[in-house]
């Protein structure tokens, strides 16, 4: 199917893109997509990012499955099929273990909203995920518990960052927003006092972003 091997490009892509900005290393991390309805292309387990081709790219059923690909799957999977039979409107996940948000997954302290950019395209605070362990099924239940509320992203305990999105471009997105939040934070606390913006607050910055960029209602449940 054409868009099957197309969208397999689109997950390489964003798999190199968060290696090379650093919000994996290693193998670690993952990335999938539902380019149609009961199928999903996901990051295979252990190719270093790279060496990352489209003909490795692994599509499975939403039992899990595979259709198609050479590798087993990424560890993960489990959690990426439990989070898209939660949510959905979810057509991609990025699974990154960037370093500033995992910092206030060790300490399990959710991210508030404290600049504009996580406001307007996250949507809202980023809450953390009771700790399992890596690639178990009572990981993916924890963090379906924190997603099934129209969380866009998630911390995962002593782990790193999931976030979600209608497409692969806004899970990225959302990854790289909430890290930088993360970095921000971190060094307002440094400095002193980090003053979180009110609920009221962050509903006039994402009315206004939606008005100001014709954005559909919605974007932050997608
Ligand atoms: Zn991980």
Redesign the pocket.
């Known amino acids: 199917m054409l868009v099957i091997e197309k969208k397999k490009e689109e997950v390489v892509k964003v798999a190199k893109t968060i290696y090379k900005e650093k919000l994996v290393f290693g193998t670690?991390?993952n990335v999938s997509c539902r380019p149609v309805e009961n199928r999903i292309i996901i990051t295979p387990s252990g190719i270093p990012y790279p060496d990352l081709q489209f003909v490795d790219m692994v599509v499975v059923n939403m039992e899990g499955d595979i259709i198609e690909g050479r590798w087993k799957a990424s560890t993960?999977l489990p959690m990426h099929l439990a989070i898209y039979q939660a949510r959905e409107d979810v057509g991609a996940i990025v699974?990154t273990?960037s370093p500033y948000s995992a910092a206030f997954a060790v300490v399990r302290e959710d991210i508030p909203v404290v600049i504009e950019e996580q406001a307007q395209i996250v949507g809202g605070i980023v809450k953390v995920a009771a700790y399992a362990l890596?690639g178990s099924h009572e990981l993916a239940d924890n963090v379906v518990q924190i997603l099934e509320k129209e969380q866009t992203a998630v911390l995962l305990a002593n782990?790193?960052l999931v976030c979600v999105g209608k497409d692969l471009e806004m899970a990225l997105q959302r990854c790289r927003i909430v890290e930088r939040t993360a970095q921000i934070l971190l060094h307002s606390k440094l400095i002193g006092n980090a003053h979180i913006l009110e609920p009221q607050e962050v509903e006039i910055l994402k009315r206004n972003y939606l008005a100001g960029y014709g954005q559909k209602e919605g974007v932050y449940t997608q």
Request: charged share 10%; glycine share 24%.
């Open positions: 670690w991390g993960e699974h273990h890596p782990h790193g």
